[in-house]
T-cell receptor
Framework: NAGVTQTPKFQVLKTGQSMTLQCAQD?????MYWYRQDPGMGLRLIYY???????DKGEVPNGYNVSRLNKREFSLRLESAAPSQTSVYFC????????????FGSGTRLTVV | GDSVTQMEGPVTLSEEACLTI???????????LFWYVQYPGEGLQLLLK?????DKGSNKGFEATYRKETTSFHLEKGSVQVSDSAVYFC???????????FGSGTKLNVKP
């Protein structure tokens, strides 16, 4: 099915470990986004990529890096995980501007112990 | 800057009750407005949208009207079902086309 695919779905890390969250979309969307969702905080934008070859910081970029590998793929890397990064991470994509909505992946639930 | 404010939850209703979840926004220019729904353990799904003033978005029995004069986009449903239990997010796409602004979400619990 067309959409946004995130891997893995669940992950437990120890403090200081690194990992990469993968995201791929097959809808030929230009823009891709990484959000984190925490209880009582709603969704917060970590990084986004308006088009292939560009990335920009969002609201909460500290502790993360991203790579827009090609038009389909946008990965999120935690270089040295901290307990404060325990969250549910969502990747999203969209085409065009303004009136176009996001398509979200199903999320990665990350726990840092 | 742009922002969205929605009513806090949780909202608990009995099946077949009427639902209203309030959403107001602050934006420059003419934003597009959205409602997303998140079922337990899943990602957000677009429920409905409206792209200009007085537009009404509708889907699955839910409706919301873009009211520029009151800067509101309230979500309504005449008769809720247990299957509507979820978290609902109001969102805005404004002047910076690369970003959405989400409300904090409203959890709806529908009891049989």
């Amino acid at each position: 099915n067309a959409g946004v695919t995130q891997t893995p779905k669940f992950q437990v890390l120890k403090t200081g470990q690194s990992m990469t969250l993968q995201c791929a979309q097959d809808m030929n969307h230009n823009s891709m986004y990484w959000y984190r969702q925490d209880p009582g905080m709603g969704l917060r934008l970590i990084y986004y990529s308006a088009s292939e070859g560009t990335t920009d910081k969002g609201e909460v970029p500290n502790g993360y890096n991203v790579s827009r590998l090609n038009k389909r793929e946008f990965s999120l890397r935690l270089e040295s995980a901290a307990p404060s990064q325990t969250s549910v991470y969502f990747c999203a994509s969209r085409t065009g501007t303004g009136s176009y909505g996001y398509t979200f992946g199903s999320g990665t639930r990350l726990t840092v112990v | 800057g742009d922002s969205v404010t929605q009513m806090e939850g949780p909202v608990t209703l009995s099946e077949e009750a009427c639902l209203t979840i309030n959403c107001t926004y602050t934006a420059t220019g003419y934003p597009s407005l959205f409602w997303y729904v998140q079922y337990p353990g899943e990602g957000l799904q677009l429920l409905l949208k409206a792209t200009k003033a007085d537009d009404k978005g509708s889907n699955k029995g839910f409706e919301a009207t873009y009211r520029k004069e009151t800067t509101s986009f309230h979500l309504e449903k005449g008769s809720v079902q247990v299957s509507d239990s979820a978290v609902y997010f109001c969102a805005l796409s404004g002047g910076n086309f690369n970003k959405f602004y989400f409300g904090s979400g409203t959890k709806l619990n529908v009891k049989p």
